[in-house]
């Protein structure tokens, strides 16, 4: 099988159950961490998939690698950090009930508890040690996303290291992923930042929302204008359509219709699946397919981790007719 590995913070999620924090109760855990989510995804789609992170020596910490594990990702590159907690982030999700603070109904808030974890830790060392390092050199793909250079310099400058290094044919993806809430007002920094790994990525995706806050435009055109150098640019827009450019060819491909639980990790569940398709080297239209079906999956549950049909059924409705497909 392809092999893949994907590097950045894991963090335990306490997803509440509805209605605003003050009055929610009872929370789910679950895992997350958008690399984590990436990984979970590749791994269910037969790539052989690593995960290189690091937890805190905690329960959470235990948790995150023991469900990476049991979804079939190998964790033997996660470093258990006796310094720094794991990091942990409160998923708030809206009632509708119009109660002051409550958010519409499927709308969510994300609330990280995070600063100084294990996973802001992240460095350049962290890619170094023979077990990491063997992963890389053999990956075809490596994925990471705009989240880890927001953490920390260190973790900053481990995306760095990662982008630079001696390719020799394996493939870098990269996912915007832009959280305003990491930089702060480190606004033209992010822009600089996230620009320079969407230019040096051979696979990048980006949300048109997000490319708009950041870049400044989120029209697929204009974007493409100013990234030429990704050989795939992947464009989701707020209409739930995929636009792929691959090298001088664009292809759309519209979201599945159907009735969302709860968005976060949908982006992820998304590259994951077109990820993966594009390592068992199917065409561009069928991996938009891969990528909206596995973002169905996180779209109909709540936790972040898309739990996905098994992949022949994958593979079935990748297959549909466009008619079909509508
Ligand atoms: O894409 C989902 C992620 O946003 C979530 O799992 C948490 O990694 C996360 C982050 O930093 O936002």
Redesign the pocket.
């Given at each position: 099988p392809p092999r893949a590995v994907t590097v950045?913070?894991?963090?335990a999620?306490l997803v509440a159950r509805s209605g605003p924090l003050e009055q929610s109760a009872v929370f789910d855990r679950g895992a997350?961490?958008?690399?984590?989510?990436v990984a979970l995804v590749l791994a269910q789609l037969g790539v052989s998939t690593a995960w290189v992170s690091r937890v805190g020596d905690d329960g959470f910490g235990r948790y995150l690698v023991a469900q990476l594990a049991a979804g079939g990702v190998d964790v033997g590159a996660v470093t258990v950090d006796p310094d720094h907690p794991t990091?942990l982030?409160v998923k708030e999700r809206g009632s509708g009930s119009g109660a002051p603070h409550d958010l519409p109904a499927h709308a969510s808030r994300?609330h990280?508890y995070?600063a100084g974890s294990a996973g802001s830790a992240l460095s350049p060392a962290d890619l170094a040690p023979r077990i990491a390092a063997g992963l890389l050199d053999r990956a075809d793909l490596v994925h990471f996303?705009g989240?880890t250079p927001?953490?920390s310099a260190s973790a900053n400058e481990l995306t760095r290291t990662l982008i630079a290094l001696p390719r020799r044919g394996r493939l870098v993806s990269f996912?915007l992923?832009y959280?305003p809430?990491?930089w702060g007002s480190r606004v033209d920094a992010a822009a600089d930042e996230l620009a320079a790994h969407v230019r040096g990525a051979d696979v990048a995706l980006l949300g048109a929302d997000e490319a708009a806050e950041i870049f400044g435009t989120g029209d697929p055109a204009a974007l493409r204008a100013l990234f030429p150098e990704p050989a795939q640019l992947i464009i989701k827009n707020d209409k739930h359509t995929v636009l792929a450019f691959d090298g001088d060819t664009a292809v759309e491909v519209p979201a599945l219709a159907l009735e969302i639980t709860e968005r976060?990790?949908?982006?992820?569940a998304f590259a994951g699946g077109y990820l993966a398709a594009l390592l068992h080297g199917v065409d561009p239209r069928t991996r938009l397919r891969y990528g909206h079906l596995c973002a169905a999956a996180a779209l109909t549950a709540t936790g972040?981790?898309a739990k996905l049909p098994p992949a022949q059924e994958i593979r079935r409705l990748a297959a549909l007719t466009d008619r079909e497909w509508a």
């Open positions: 950045g913070e894991g963090l999620v997350g961490g958008a690399e984590a989510n990091g982030y994300m990280y995070r996303t989240i927001a953490l996912d992923n959280r809430a990491l976060i990790g949908a982006g992820d972040d981790a």
